[in-house]
């Protein structure tokens, strides 16, 4: 099995930075969909991004393209998620997920990954 392990969550001002990086063990790493997910209070879980184990395809939602990168560094089993032009809309747990595929079809459904992290928080304020 797999476990993923967040970190780099934390308080920042809008218009701040942050960036968090999502820890995997397994061997079989390097051939998974990994993903971000976010959710504040009172709200469903939500896709943010995800990288499928080719480089160069990444996938974001319509409310962090172009202010969020997703990486991945396979040798160091490590997935980062960028955040630059934070709102206070993005505060919001955020956790890591990963499923066992080439691809990343149905990213943004919380039911297609099979593994998850315990999530970091992540607060910006006006």
């Known amino acids: 099995q797999v476990q993923l392990v967040e970190s780099g969550g934390g308080s920042v001002q809008a218009g701040g930075s942050l960036r968090l990086s999502c820890a995997a063990s397994?061997?079989?790493?390097?051939?998974?969909?990994m993903g971000w997910f976010r959710q504040a209070p009172g709200k469903e879980r939500e896709g943010v991004a995800a990288i499928p184990t080719a480089p160069g395809s990444t996938y974001y939602s319509d409310s962090v393209k172009g202010r969020f990168t997703i990486s991945r560094d396979n040798a160091k089993n490590t997935v980062y998620l960028q955040m630059n032009s934070l709102k206070p809309e993005d505060t919001a747990m955020y956790y890591c997920?990963?499923?066992?595929?080439?691809?990343?079809?149905?990213?943004?459904?919380?039911?297609?990954?099979?593994?998850w992290g315990q999530g970091t928080q992540v607060t910006v304020s006006s």
């Open positions: 397994g061997y079989t790493y390097s051939s998974r969909c």
């Open positions: 997920a990963a499923v066992l595929t080439w691809s990343c079809i149905d990213w943004q459904e919380r039911d297609y990954f099979k593994h």
